[in-house]
Protein backbone atom coordinates (compact mmCIF):
# COMPACT_ATOMS: atom_id res chain seq x y z
CA UNK A 1 0.00 0.00 0.00
CA UNK A 2 1.55 3.05 -1.04
CA UNK A 3 1.43 6.37 1.92
CA UNK A 4 1.94 9.62 0.77
CA UNK A 5 2.81 12.23 3.33
CA UNK A 6 -0.44 14.45 4.71
CA UNK A 7 0.85 17.95 3.57
CA UNK A 8 3.34 17.46 0.34
CA UNK A 9 1.19 13.97 -1.00
CA UNK A 10 5.17 13.34 -1.86
CA UNK A 11 5.70 9.58 -1.62
CA UNK A 12 8.60 8.29 0.53
CA UNK A 13 8.87 7.07 4.28
CA UNK A 14 6.76 8.47 6.51
CA UNK A 15 7.38 9.76 9.91
CA UNK A 16 4.00 10.35 12.09
CA UNK A 17 2.47 10.67 8.84
CA UNK A 18 4.87 13.51 7.28
CA UNK A 19 7.48 13.11 5.24
CA UNK A 20 10.83 14.21 6.52
CA UNK A 21 10.93 17.27 5.14
CA UNK A 22 7.47 18.04 6.71
CA UNK A 23 8.20 16.54 9.75
CA UNK A 24 10.89 18.67 10.55
CA UNK A 25 9.32 21.72 9.28
CA UNK A 26 6.75 20.94 11.44
CA UNK A 27 8.21 19.61 14.46
CA UNK A 28 8.32 21.26 18.06
CA UNK A 29 10.94 20.86 20.08
CA UNK A 30 9.24 22.45 22.80
CA UNK A 31 6.08 23.28 24.35
CA UNK A 32 6.39 26.78 26.18
CA UNK A 33 4.22 29.10 27.53
CA UNK A 34 2.84 32.42 26.12
CA UNK A 35 5.20 33.81 29.45
CA UNK A 36 6.72 32.92 32.27
CA UNK A 37 7.75 35.05 35.32
CA UNK A 38 9.99 34.80 38.30
CA UNK A 39 9.93 36.72 41.47
CA UNK A 40 11.61 39.93 42.81
CA UNK A 41 11.50 40.47 46.86
CA UNK A 42 9.43 44.09 46.84
CA UNK A 43 11.77 45.46 49.66
CA UNK A 44 14.93 43.79 49.72
CA UNK A 45 15.33 43.19 45.72
CA UNK A 46 16.13 39.63 46.37
CA UNK A 47 15.33 36.83 43.72
CA UNK A 48 13.66 33.69 44.39
CA UNK A 49 15.80 31.49 42.07
CA UNK A 50 15.35 27.66 42.62
CA UNK A 51 13.21 27.68 45.23
CA UNK A 52 15.67 29.97 47.37
CA UNK A 53 16.01 33.37 48.08
CA UNK A 54 19.15 34.90 47.12
CA UNK A 55 20.50 38.62 47.15
CA UNK A 56 21.68 38.98 43.52
CA UNK A 57 21.23 42.93 42.91
CA UNK A 58 20.52 42.61 39.54
CA UNK A 59 18.25 40.01 37.18
CA UNK A 60 20.93 38.19 35.78
CA UNK A 61 20.74 35.72 32.48
CA UNK A 62 20.46 32.90 34.83
CA UNK A 63 18.04 33.80 36.55
CA UNK A 64 16.14 34.44 33.27
CA UNK A 65 16.95 31.13 31.82
CA UNK A 66 15.82 29.32 35.31
CA UNK A 67 12.48 30.94 35.00
CA UNK A 68 12.46 30.09 31.46
CA UNK A 69 13.60 26.65 31.97
CA UNK A 70 11.18 25.56 34.94
CA UNK A 71 7.60 26.46 32.71
CA UNK A 72 9.33 24.57 29.00
CA UNK A 73 8.60 20.86 27.90
CA UNK A 74 11.39 19.13 25.69
CA UNK A 75 10.05 16.89 22.79
CA UNK A 76 11.07 13.81 24.04
CA UNK A 77 12.04 12.87 20.30
CA UNK A 78 14.60 15.15 20.59
CA UNK A 79 18.01 14.28 21.14
CA UNK A 80 21.32 15.48 21.92
CA UNK A 81 19.39 18.50 23.38
CA UNK A 82 21.13 22.83 23.81
CA UNK A 83 19.23 24.96 25.06
CA UNK A 84 19.91 28.75 25.60
CA UNK A 85 18.34 31.97 26.03
CA UNK A 86 18.79 35.06 24.63
CA UNK A 87 17.40 38.36 26.12
CA UNK A 88 16.32 40.46 23.18
CA UNK A 89 14.32 43.73 25.28
CA UNK A 90 13.82 44.95 28.15
CA UNK A 91 10.65 46.50 28.75
CA UNK A 92 10.28 47.98 32.92
CA UNK A 93 9.28 44.46 33.99
CA UNK A 94 9.21 42.62 31.16
CA UNK A 95 11.83 41.19 29.35
CA UNK A 96 11.29 39.58 25.75
CA UNK A 97 13.81 37.07 25.21
CA UNK A 98 14.18 34.42 22.52
CA UNK A 99 14.49 30.18 22.97
CA UNK A 100 16.91 28.82 20.78
CA UNK A 101 17.17 24.65 21.13
CA UNK A 102 19.78 22.46 19.33
CA UNK A 103 18.88 18.87 18.94
CA UNK A 104 19.00 15.76 16.89
CA UNK A 105 15.84 14.26 15.37
CA UNK A 106 15.49 11.11 13.11
CA UNK A 107 19.35 11.94 12.50
CA UNK A 108 19.06 15.20 11.38
CA UNK A 109 20.36 18.17 13.37
CA UNK A 110 18.03 21.19 13.47
CA UNK A 111 17.86 24.22 15.09
CA UNK A 112 14.47 26.04 16.34
CA UNK A 113 13.78 29.49 18.10
CA UNK A 114 11.07 30.35 20.12
CA UNK A 115 10.28 34.09 21.05
CA UNK A 116 8.83 34.00 25.31
CA UNK A 117 8.27 36.75 27.53
CA UNK A 118 9.71 37.29 31.30
CA UNK A 119 7.38 38.97 34.08
CA UNK A 120 9.30 40.39 37.00
CA UNK A 121 6.67 39.39 39.94
CA UNK A 122 6.83 41.14 43.12
CA UNK A 123 6.56 39.21 46.39
CA UNK A 124 8.20 39.21 49.80
CA UNK A 125 11.29 37.32 50.93
CA UNK A 126 11.10 35.50 54.42
CA UNK A 127 13.33 37.69 55.80
CA UNK A 128 11.75 40.73 54.86
CA UNK A 129 8.32 39.33 56.13
CA UNK A 130 10.14 38.81 59.57
CA UNK A 131 11.46 42.15 59.82
CA UNK A 132 8.53 43.69 59.03
CA UNK A 133 6.20 41.70 61.25
CA UNK A 134 8.48 42.59 64.52
CA UNK A 135 10.23 39.05 64.49
CA UNK A 136 12.71 38.55 66.82
CA UNK A 137 14.37 36.18 67.88
CA UNK A 138 16.49 37.69 70.77
CA UNK A 139 17.02 40.07 73.58
CA UNK A 140 20.41 41.79 73.98
CA UNK A 141 20.32 42.78 77.74
CA UNK A 142 22.73 45.43 78.95
CA UNK A 143 22.82 45.52 82.30
CA UNK A 144 25.51 47.06 84.98
CA UNK A 145 25.59 45.19 88.18
CA UNK A 146 24.40 46.95 91.59
CA UNK A 147 23.98 50.32 89.79
CA UNK A 148 22.38 51.88 86.73
CA UNK A 149 24.17 52.56 83.41
CA UNK A 150 26.23 55.61 82.98
CA UNK A 151 24.58 57.46 79.97
CA UNK A 152 28.28 57.80 78.32
CA UNK A 153 28.05 53.80 78.40
CA UNK A 154 24.60 53.50 77.16
CA UNK A 155 25.75 56.49 74.30
CA UNK A 156 28.92 53.77 73.49
CA UNK A 157 26.98 50.50 73.39
CA UNK A 158 24.31 52.21 71.48
CA UNK A 159 27.21 53.34 68.63
CA UNK A 160 28.70 49.93 69.14
CA UNK A 161 25.61 47.70 68.66
CA UNK A 162 24.56 49.67 65.38
CA UNK A 163 28.13 49.56 63.73
CA UNK A 164 27.58 45.85 64.31
CA UNK A 165 24.56 45.95 62.66
CA UNK A 166 25.45 47.15 60.16
CA UNK A 167 28.25 44.81 59.76
CA UNK A 168 26.45 42.07 60.30
CA UNK A 169 23.58 42.37 57.99
CA UNK A 170 25.71 42.27 55.21
CA UNK A 171 25.81 38.36 55.30
CA UNK A 172 22.66 38.22 57.71
CA UNK A 173 19.27 39.61 56.87
CA UNK A 174 18.17 39.03 60.00
CA UNK A 175 20.47 41.00 61.64
CA UNK A 176 18.57 43.99 62.90
CA UNK A 177 17.15 45.72 66.06
CA UNK A 178 13.06 45.53 65.62
CA UNK A 179 12.89 47.83 69.27
CA UNK A 180 15.11 49.20 71.66
CA UNK A 181 13.56 49.00 75.06
CA UNK A 182 14.87 51.48 78.17
CA UNK A 183 13.92 49.82 81.52
CA UNK A 184 14.40 51.19 85.19
CA UNK A 185 16.94 48.86 85.17
CA UNK A 186 19.03 48.50 81.84
CA UNK A 187 18.43 48.49 78.19
CA UNK A 188 17.18 46.16 76.20
CA UNK A 189 17.49 45.29 72.26
CA UNK A 190 15.10 43.49 70.16
CA UNK A 191 17.70 41.52 67.45
CA UNK A 192 15.86 39.67 64.80
CA UNK A 193 18.85 36.73 64.93
CA UNK A 194 19.98 35.14 67.72
CA UNK A 195 23.70 34.35 66.06
CA UNK A 196 23.99 38.38 65.52
CA UNK A 197 22.66 39.18 68.89
CA UNK A 198 24.67 36.35 70.44
CA UNK A 199 28.06 37.56 68.25
CA UNK A 200 27.24 41.83 69.46
CA UNK A 201 27.34 40.60 73.29
CA UNK A 202 30.30 38.82 72.89
CA UNK A 203 32.37 41.76 71.26
CA UNK A 204 30.49 44.18 73.52
CA UNK A 205 32.03 42.45 76.23
CA UNK A 206 35.56 43.10 74.68
CA UNK A 207 34.38 46.18 74.88
CA UNK A 208 32.99 46.93 78.41
CA UNK A 209 33.73 43.80 79.88
CA UNK A 210 31.51 42.36 81.97
CA UNK A 211 29.78 38.72 82.45
CA UNK A 212 27.69 37.28 79.72
CA UNK A 213 24.56 34.91 80.68
CA UNK A 214 21.84 33.57 78.55
CA UNK A 215 18.61 31.93 78.56
CA UNK A 216 15.89 30.77 76.10
CA UNK A 217 12.16 30.03 76.25
CA UNK A 218 9.75 28.50 74.26
CA UNK A 219 7.45 31.10 72.60
CA UNK A 220 6.22 29.13 69.97
CA UNK A 221 5.85 25.89 67.44
CA UNK A 222 6.34 25.50 63.75
CA UNK A 223 3.81 22.70 62.52
CA UNK A 224 5.71 22.00 59.22
CA UNK A 225 8.63 21.39 60.74
CA UNK A 226 7.22 19.62 63.95
CA UNK A 227 9.80 22.08 65.93
CA UNK A 228 9.72 24.53 68.90
CA UNK A 229 10.51 27.73 68.80
CA UNK A 230 12.81 29.62 71.17
CA UNK A 231 13.68 32.90 71.88
CA UNK A 232 17.02 33.86 73.73
CA UNK A 233 17.81 36.27 76.25
CA UNK A 234 21.66 36.94 76.55
CA UNK A 235 22.73 39.44 79.59
CA UNK A 236 25.66 41.59 79.45
CA UNK A 237 26.00 42.40 83.18
CA UNK A 238 29.04 45.66 83.38
CA UNK A 239 30.83 45.05 86.52
CA UNK A 240 29.28 47.07 89.40
CA UNK A 241 33.24 49.35 89.25
CA UNK A 242 34.86 51.21 86.66
CA UNK A 243 38.33 52.27 85.87
CA UNK A 244 39.76 53.91 89.38
CA UNK A 245 37.42 52.32 91.60
CA UNK A 246 38.69 50.09 94.41
CA UNK A 247 37.42 46.27 94.90
CA UNK A 248 38.14 43.63 97.39
CA UNK A 249 39.49 40.27 96.69
CA UNK A 250 40.73 37.62 98.91
CA UNK A 251 41.70 40.04 101.59
CA UNK A 252 43.40 42.63 99.00
CA UNK A 253 42.51 46.07 98.20
CA UNK A 254 42.87 46.49 94.30
CA UNK A 255 43.14 50.04 92.33
CA UNK A 256 41.37 48.93 88.96
CA UNK A 257 43.67 50.03 86.14
CA UNK A 258 41.95 48.54 82.99
CA UNK A 259 39.00 46.45 82.34
CA UNK A 260 39.22 44.15 79.95
CA UNK A 261 37.36 40.88 77.93
CA UNK A 262 38.98 37.82 80.24
CA UNK A 263 40.01 39.84 82.82
CA UNK A 264 40.71 43.28 84.57
CA UNK A 265 43.72 43.93 86.61
CA UNK A 266 45.00 46.83 88.40
CA UNK A 267 46.92 47.49 91.87
CA UNK A 268 47.56 46.10 95.29
CA UNK A 269 47.72 49.07 97.36
CA UNK A 270 49.15 46.39 100.18
CA UNK A 271 52.25 45.30 98.06
CA UNK A 272 52.23 47.90 94.91
CA UNK A 273 52.29 44.98 92.29
CA UNK A 274 50.23 44.51 89.73
CA UNK A 275 47.03 41.61 90.13
CA UNK A 276 44.75 40.78 87.38
CA UNK A 277 41.44 38.79 88.10
CA UNK A 278 39.76 36.53 85.97
CA UNK A 279 36.21 37.19 85.18
CA UNK A 280 35.15 34.15 86.60
CA UNK A 281 36.08 35.69 89.77
CA UNK A 282 33.80 38.22 89.45
CA UNK A 283 31.14 37.42 92.37
CA UNK A 284 33.71 36.66 94.73
CA UNK A 285 34.96 40.80 94.33
CA UNK A 286 33.23 43.59 96.27
CA UNK A 287 33.78 47.49 95.36
CA UNK A 288 34.74 48.70 98.59
CA UNK A 289 35.08 52.76 97.19
CA UNK A 290 35.30 55.07 94.48
CA UNK A 291 37.42 57.89 92.85
CA UNK A 292 35.21 59.74 94.38
CA UNK A 293 36.15 59.09 97.56
CA UNK A 294 39.60 59.41 96.90
CA UNK A 295 41.38 62.58 99.24
CA UNK A 296 44.40 64.89 99.42
CA UNK A 297 46.60 64.67 102.25
CA UNK A 298 50.19 66.15 103.16
CA UNK A 299 53.29 64.19 103.89
CA UNK A 300 54.84 65.11 107.36
CA UNK A 301 57.93 62.51 107.21
CA UNK A 302 59.59 60.25 105.34
CA UNK A 303 62.17 57.28 106.29
CA UNK A 304 63.81 54.70 104.53
CA UNK A 305 60.97 52.69 104.98
CA UNK A 306 58.05 54.70 106.00
CA UNK A 307 55.97 57.73 105.11
CA UNK A 308 54.42 60.01 107.74
CA UNK A 309 50.71 61.82 106.49
CA UNK A 310 47.83 63.09 108.53
CA UNK A 311 44.59 61.27 108.63
CA UNK A 312 42.97 63.73 106.10
CA UNK A 313 39.52 62.99 108.38
CA UNK A 314 41.05 63.85 112.07
CA UNK A 315 45.15 65.28 111.21
CA UNK A 316 46.01 62.34 113.10
CA UNK A 317 49.43 61.39 112.27
CA UNK A 318 49.38 57.88 110.06
CA UNK A 319 53.17 56.28 109.10
CA UNK A 320 52.62 53.84 106.22
CA UNK A 321 54.58 51.35 104.26
CA UNK A 322 56.74 53.18 101.82
CA UNK A 323 57.39 51.42 98.10
CA UNK A 324 60.05 51.68 95.73
CA UNK A 325 57.82 53.85 93.41
CA UNK A 326 57.50 56.79 96.22
CA UNK A 327 61.05 57.46 96.43
CA UNK A 328 60.78 60.21 94.76
CA UNK A 329 57.99 61.91 97.24
CA UNK A 330 58.74 65.07 99.38
CA UNK A 331 57.45 66.11 103.25
CA UNK A 332 55.34 68.79 102.61
CA UNK A 333 54.04 67.63 99.32
CA UNK A 334 50.61 66.96 98.72
CA UNK A 335 49.62 63.71 97.43
CA UNK A 336 46.15 61.15 97.38
CA UNK A 337 44.94 58.43 99.95
CA UNK A 338 42.15 56.54 100.07
CA UNK A 339 40.55 55.12 103.56
CA UNK A 340 39.02 51.51 103.25
CA UNK A 341 38.03 49.90 106.41
CA UNK A 342 39.35 52.69 108.79
CA UNK A 343 42.83 51.76 106.97
CA UNK A 344 44.67 54.65 104.64
CA UNK A 345 46.44 53.75 100.92
CA UNK A 346 49.10 55.92 99.70
CA UNK A 347 47.82 56.45 96.07
CA UNK A 348 50.63 57.17 93.43
CA UNK A 349 49.23 59.29 90.57
CA UNK A 350 50.08 58.35 87.06
CA UNK A 351 52.59 59.89 85.03
Given at each position: ??MFCLLCDSEEKLYDGLCKSCFLKEFE ?323
Amino acid sequence: MIMFCLLCDSEEKLYDGLCKSCFLKEFEALKIPEYTTFTVCSHCGATLKKNKWQQVGYFDDEIINDAIQKNIEVNPKLEDVDIYTEITNNRGTVYECIIHVNGNVINTEISKEYPIEVKVEKGVCPDCSKFHSGYYEAVIQLRADDRKLRDDEIKEADEFIANEIQRLCKTNKLAYVTERIVLKEGIDYQVGSYNAAHKIVVNLQKQFGGIITESRKIVGHDKSRSKDLYRSWVLLRLPSFNKNDFIEYEDKVIKIEKIGSHKFSGINLDTYTAESISWKEYDNIKKVAQIDDIKKTTITNITPNEIQVLDPDNYDTVDLKKFDVMDKLNIGAEIDVIKINNRLYLLMNEE
